[in-house]
């Protein structure tokens, strides 16, 4: 019997996770490439019906390991397609993740953290705080439920997922190693096989752990840069005031040059009216971004109940993006998705206890104004 000892959740498992796992039960290291495809190809969390298993491991894993995904305690679909789920954790903790279908397109939107710990001012989750870093399993597992929804489907006709991006609630890079193991499981073979350019990590920029990130993973990269210089960098993104702009794109450059390809980073910039949308704003950005091999993705600014920011007009942002194109960068805009549910960019929030205060010291600002 395993009494009173914690089992091993097999979902957030890694590859040479999984296989430590296994040799520890003094079992083949192939069984790990097993386990892992009953787990993340065909949906099973229950040992009995991985029938390529002999009866005697599956009554062993059975003993010692689980398979337990995060409980998806909402689900709703936008008018557009976009599908957005909240997912509970623990202690009445969850965190939301979305799906964003584009024609042949399918991105998943995925969460590595209950809330934010940093504070952008511009961001609906950071106003909400903190509470803490989620498992490789609490990341994984958002894909798994989300595959799941959509089988049975044919791997080899159809991929209802086929692009991840950690864009969700929470800085990854403040999470290493849960979403490493996360991401390495997203583009193994006998797992979700993903590709490395079709996986992207996004940060705010956590330039030590961007610059380990480069030795260990060769995943897509995208930079939350929000403004053209470090003045209003500071105020958008605090996190700017220890890891300034330049200090930031040089640990991009660097990056990019431990890629075997030649691949471009995602400059992701938030566009809020008046505040970070002038032309001149645009000429810096071009000016900025020079020597950084890059693509450039613009987002009207989605309204959240506790922000007085306003999304600039349309107008306003084609224009900013005719500087951009004019420089020869391409600037494309994204276009709303599933604001109707609250699942668009920025938007996310989730419900969790907030051990920063953060939410409260808001709420009580507001109030006073």
């Excluded at 600039?312 to 020869?328: D, K, N, W």
Aim: include cysteine; hydrophobic fraction near 40%.
């Amino acid at each position: 019997m395993n009494s009173g000892v914690e089992k091993v959740n097999l979902l957030g498992l890694s590859r040479a996770r999984m296989e430590a796992f296994f040799e520890s039960l003094g079992e083949k290291r192939f069984r790990a490439s097993q386990v892992i495809q009953w787990i993340h190809q065909r949906g099973v969390d229950n040992f009995d019906e991985m029938t390529n298993v002999s009866k005697v491991l599956r009554e062993k894993l059975a003993e010692v390991a689980e398979i337990r995904a995060p409980e998806v305690v909402y689900h709703n679909i936008s008018q557009d397609g976009t599908r957005k789920w909240v997912m509970q954790m623990s202690a009445g903790n969850s965190v939301e993740t979305v799906l964003i279908p584009d024609g042949q397109r399918a991105t998943l939107c995925v969460s590595s953290q209950i809330g934010c710990s940093l504070d952008c001012t511009f961001c609906s989750t950071g106003k909400r705080g903190f509470n803490r870093n989620l498992s490789a399993a609490e990341i994984i597992g958002q894909v798994w439920v989300a595959m799941k929804s959509f089988m049975p489907y044919d791997r080899n006709k159809e991929r209802p997922i086929t692009n991840v991006v950690m864009m969700g609630m929470g800085e990854p890079l403040l999470n290493f190693d849960n979403v490493v193991d996360a991401m390495s499981l997203m583009m193994d073979d006998w797992a979700y096989s993903i590709s490395k350019r079709r996986v992207t990590l996004s940060t705010a920029g956590v330039v030590p752990a961007l610059d380990r990130l480069g030795d260990i993973t060769d995943v897509s990269l995208a930079i939350s840069l929000h403004a053209p210089n470090d003045e209003l960098r500071d105020t958008l993104v605090p996190l700017n005031r220890k890891y300034p702009i330049a200090e930031l794109l040089a640990a991009t450059r660097r990056y990019l040059d431990k890629l075997a390809d030649k691949r471009k980073v995602t400059i992701e910039y938030t566009l809020i009216d008046g505040v970070n949308d002038k032309p001149e704003h645009a000429r810096q950005l071009v000016k900025l971004l020079r020597n950084v091999p890059c693509k450039i993705n613009l987002i009207p600014f989605n309204p959240f109940a506790e922000s007085t920011f306003q999304r600039p007009s349309m107008e306003r942002v084609r224009a900013f993006q005719a500087i951009l194109s004019h420089a020869g960068y391409v600037g494309t805009i994204r276009t709303p998705r599933g604001d109707d549910i609250d699942a668009a960019c920025g938007q996310l929030v989730g419900q969790f206890e907030d051990r920063t205060r953060r939410s409260q010291k808001y709420i009580a600002v507001q109030q006073v104004g």
